[in-house]
């Protein structure tokens, strides 16, 4: 979780996350008083220790990011790919089709996550995603912002 501000004005209607449904307001309102309230307590959430990506990004590592297209975070990824592109980090993202928050934890039940996790620990270890060839149809990767 990058921004939890929630601020983030990218209203989709298209948005269909399985676990949070398609009103993306009623989503913001859930996430907010589950998780944002109780983990910033007092604290301001735009403080960079809270939200990373409104923080200064120059040093980082190279950045992988997995995201599905129809989730409630896709936009936090998306900043974080404009802003680490403003400062030429290597920063790549793809973006899963028709998958839903959190998926690849569904390992090793789901093979779209066993793929996700794959391809990350290729990222890990070479520096480059490796992506079943049957999953590339299903993923946009990302290597400059929308």
Known sequence: WL????????????VSDAFLGRDETKARQW?????????????????????????????LPPIYVQVSEDELFMPDSLL???RARELSLNCQVDVWKGMFHDFPIFTPRMKEANAAVIAAATWLKDG???????????????????
């Open 3 to 14: 921004d939890v501000t929630l601020t983030i004005d990218d209203t989709r209607p298209e």
């Open 31 to 59: 996430i907010k008083s589950m998780f944002a309230d109780p983990y910033a307590t007092t604290h301001d959430r735009s403080d960079p220790l809270i939200s990373p990506v409104l923080g200064d990004l120059r040093g």
């Open 128 to 146: 480059a995603a490796q992506r079943p060839s049957y999953y590339r149809e299903n993923i946009r990767q990302l290597r400059s912002p929308l």
């Open 80 to 82: 974080l790919m404009r």
